[in-house]
């Protein structure tokens, strides 16, 4: 258990600087495809009560309800121009993010890994580091930058470079289980696993670079549903369901 998790900040929250993570999917709400304002709004409102109870909160936005660089791959385009469309799936989803909780009375910034001055700010961390210490949501969009990685890498480095206390990967169900509870009634839910358990058994909890950065940087992940009311505010009190991954 790392020091993040066992220590209580000032503020009573069990992780006083968090990044959430969240598929590009999870805005798709009942749809097939693209973003439906009424998720996004429910999404925001959770990020702002959890701000509100004194967290700070970054956020990063898959982009898969739009495009992911292996289905361009599949139709014969190259990877790396696929993956670059990937990534500015992920600057609309935070966009969109951005509007929803300015919408609701929040600040936000959305800092992409791609430079595009007239949309969002660059991403620069001491700028990213002063947003927060503000007060505002911010939202980092582009994943890494790069093609040939996932959000779910560019989450881990963005949490480890904010010095967040936990990284927190907001899922369609409240956990990791033994088997998909959807398809299996005997599966049951993980309340604590190791790094090593997650990479040893291949448990499709992120990518395998994605928790070994977190492994390498002590920071605890968090699996729980963002689908529930009120879920994101409970973990970061330390009473929500969710599966946590420490050492
Ligand atoms: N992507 C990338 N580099 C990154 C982050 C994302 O190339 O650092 C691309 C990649 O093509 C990926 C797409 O952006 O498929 C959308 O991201 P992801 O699949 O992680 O979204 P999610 O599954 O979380 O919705």
Redesign the pocket.
Known sequence: MSLAETRPSPSGLRYKRVLL?????ALMGDGQYGIDTNVCERIAQEVLDAAAAGAEICLV?????I????QGAAKGMERAS??????L??VMNALAMQNAIEGLGGQARVLS?IPMVTVCEPYIRRRAMRHMEKGRIVIFA?????????????AALRAAEMGCNALLKGTQVDGVYTADPKKDATATRYDKLSYHEVLARDLKVMDASAISLMRDNGIPIVVFSIGNRGGLADVLAGRGICTTITD
């Open positions: 993570k969240i598929s590009g999917e936005i898959g982009g898969g309800n495009f992911r660089g292996v696929a993956d670059y469309m990937g990534m799936a992920t890994a582009a994943g890494t930058g790069n093609p040939f990685f996932t959000t779910d890498t560019g």
